[in-house]
């Protein structure tokens, strides 16, 4: 699957990141989506679990951070998430 590459170097995808930006775990994704210089959509949560019915709807649980891109959902696996990007994406982008 070819990925598009926007004007200011971006790549477009469909991946939807739903996390909160005190959790350390959430952070490692952020860090990673931008080293490999993927454009996506952010949508906070809230601190409360029980506050968080978009994410147990879509998901089925409620941690953070949990991802879609199109119709893959990784729920609350840091590790799983970042292993999906780079295998679907490609390694780190180079400087």
């Not at 959430?26 to 931008?34: D, E, F, G, Q």
């Not at 996506?40 to 809230?46: G, I, R, S």
């Amino acid at each position: 699957m070819a990925h598009r590459a926007s004007l200011d170097g971006m790549i477009d995808t469909n991946i939807v990141l739903y996390q909160a930006e005190w959790c350390p775990y959430c952070a490692r994704v952020r860090s990673k989506l931008t080293d490999m210089l993927l454009d996506y959509k952010n949508v906070n949560v809230p601190h409360a679990h029980a506050e968080r019915a978009n994410v147990k709807e879509l998901f089925g649980v409620t941690g953070i951070p949990s991802m879609t891109d199109g119709d893959i959902k990784i729920a609350d696996d840091d590790d799983a998430i970042i292993a999906y990007l780079e295998k679907t994406y490609g390694a780190k982008q180079s400087s």
